[in-house]
């Protein structure tokens, strides 16, 4: 079984494209091997026949079990006795340790910290990536290059299913598409995802800002909205709960010394997460002019990978379509993301009399491995509080 | 010491720095306001407005009255400030520097020159073992606020005693700061700076460049920071960090690189203690690779503590070893022009390392 990744350690025999006794040329293709992540059409390593097929059709075996056994052309296996070993037959099983190993390129070269941290950041596969470095090194530049370009597959490899059903549009997958699948993935597979949700009154918050609107508008030319002061009072409840705003790694939880907030952004077609850095540090004001200037680039597609790098909590604007709840998925590395959904007004009860208030859900999914239930609804718990005393009074 | 070596000096320096070879090079664009000096004359400016400015500026050194520098860079002062602000010292570096670390502790501010920087040896003690510890010393009721000026560097034919690189020596000297400025205007801005600095400064000036590199200076008075490099050229593929006379030639290294698309950055790292370390690293994070060139020898060098920096700060920034072209590590440089070839770094290995290094 061909290694077809590096991180894959078995894979599964799809389809025989070859059946014993039929002829078979070096490097045709004569195995589809599906993994969970890729399908590849097989090259014969021998020109040959297929004498034997030792794993069955849907059968997944590890990385470097024999699969197969193809007689070597010009020997003459077919007339050696049974008791005697098939001598110049060569058994399929192409070593698991092909010049992949950790990271490495394909001719076996280390990488460069800087390669070795920007490929883990876009989760890019050194090896899947040629180098345009000495001796076909792969650079750092080639890296930042594969993340905002198409990557360079291997050959033989392609990406299931290889056809869509008659009718049925197939749209090739761009690399940003691949990139999001494969992080969302990670995430999911990773992270067991826990959510929670509250109710914010947002009533006094909402009058602050259309209080504040106009002015921040002539000021600095554009449209105040409450992201900045959502994500001023999630920097203020991350500080004030650190173990949101960390990492798990298998040798500890890496708690963060700054917040980072990334901020989920839709673009054309696509999804980026720039990182609006020492949020802590910022005012609001601070922040609304980071996070926009972020957003335009980020709409320009002008980001660059710092841009996009480094982020310790995400937040995104759900209700900006309408929606009043969702269940987002983590970044990768990060321990939680907070929405805030549609303000809306509804009766609600107060000082046992319904009233009339501006209300948004705020939810919450986290990374069961770092925190618990409980701490995680308390730090939403001092969001909420912070939310509702914003009015105003406050300063910008 | 022989008696005559003063002398020898300043003939041998005048005639020799004269025939550099290859013109001035200009640095810096024509502004309103300003002059167009040579690092010498811009030395001299700087000098005489603190002169001017400051009555308890005084300069102490050997030939600075009557002959007016073995450069001829104080030539007149004696005539204008008098024989008690331009005093000629007989040849002893301890007593140059000692006399001066006494003057600045009881509130004036002297300019120590050493006449050639391979003669500071003498001054060691004074330097480290006085000068730089007498604020901390005296629990902050004395400060050392001294300058101690003197030419260095090599590729003027200068032979043993007359090419030494000293900073190293000095450069592990906390309490001691060390600036080396390579053009004109970043000269006045410095000296400027280092005169009125309450501590001890180390005023390192190549002496190839003295005559070599002209630029405008600003008139009047300013000062540039103590402790800021300066990006003298941006780009992105590879950071270069250097100082003295290795800093034009990195600029132009990097100048005909771009002319075939190769972006070099070029740091010119002005004071080497306090170190801008910001400034390097910000630099290196962009390019993620390092070159530092400088005259000095290799082995401990300020490329090894900029080295060193880099690692510890930016490992996982860098997409290539970080390299250094220094000085070879022999004892000196020698007078014969294959040796003092061998020893300088030209300009094509700079651009050749560059080369490699974006490459990489």
Redesign the interface.
Known sequence: MPQLGETVTEGTVARWLKQPGESVEKYEAFVEISTDKVSADVPSPVAGTIRELIVAEGATVPTGAPIAVIDEAGAVAAAAPADQPPAPASVVSPPASNGRNNGATAGGARV??????LAREHAIDVATVSGT??HG?V???DIVAAATSAPVAPAAVRVAPPSAPPGDELIPLTPARRLIARRMVESKQTAPHAWTMVEVDVTNLWAWRMAEKDAFEREHGMNLTLLPFFMFAVAESLRAFPLMNASFHENGIAVHKNVNLGIATATEGSLVVPVVRNAEERSIRGIALAAAALIERARRGKLDVDDLSGGTFTVNNNGAAGSILSAPILVPGQAGIATMEAVVKRPVVRNDAIAIRSMMNVCLSLDHRVVDGALASGFLADLKKRLEAMGPSGAL | MVPERALENRAQANGLIASSDGGPHEVGGAQPGAERLSNLEAVRMALHEAMVADERVLIVGEDVGKRGNVFLITTGFLEEFGPKRVVDMPLAEASIVGIAVGMAMQGLRPIAEIQFADFIYPAFNQIVGEAAKTRYRSNGDYSCPMVIRTPYGGGVHGALSHSVSIEALFYHVPGLKIVAPSTPRDIKGLLTAAIEDPDPVLFLEHKKTYRLIKGEVPEGHFTIPIGKADVKKSGTQATVVSYGYNLHQALEAAAQLETEGISVEVIDLRSIRPMDKTAILTSVRKT?KLLIVHEDNKFGGIGAEISAMVAEEA??????PIHRLCGPDVPAMGYARPLEDAFMISTERMRAEMQ?LV??
Do not use: I
């Open positions: 460069s910290p800087a390669v070795r941290r470095g000495t090194r650079t750092a530049a | 993620r490992l996982f920034d860098l997409d290539a490699k490459q990489f």
